[in-house]
């Protein structure tokens, strides 16, 4: 009974890693936020799956990430800035940036 329980545990968290997945990439594409960066391999910028990585048990991270797909930044990833990002909207930053810290590696 504890090893199907377990069973029933590992699929869910599965299924919801894939679910994840598949929302961030869509919210991505509709951002225009793949031309430079993809789930789990550098493009310009860095991969969701290592900004999640770095970021990891950074209370504010959320914070900070959302207010830099906003305004841009450089200097943490590489000499190679991120422009500002006023066309995506604050929920969908928002939304986006919580999406990409709940990713494992």
Do not use: R
Not at 16 to 33: H, I, P, R, T, Y
Not at 50 to 62: F, L, M, N, P, T
Not at 75 to 83: F, K, S
């Amino acid at each position: 009974m504890k090893f199907a329980a377990a069973l029933l545990a590992a699929s869910t968290l599965a299924i919801a890693s894939v679910a994840v997945a598949d929302e961030l990439e869509d919210m991505m594409k509709k951002n225009g936020c793949n031309a430079c960066h993809s789930e789990d391999k550098k493009v310009i910028g860095p991969s969701y799956k290592d900004v999640a990585a770095k970021y990891k048990g950074d209370a504010s991270a959320a914070a900070k990430l959302t207010d830099k797909v906003k305004k841009g930044g450089s200097g943490v990833w590489g000499p190679v800035p991120m422009p500002p990002n006023t066309q995506v909207s604050d929920a969908d930053a928002k939304k986006m940036v919580d999406l990409i810290l709940a990713l494992k590696k």
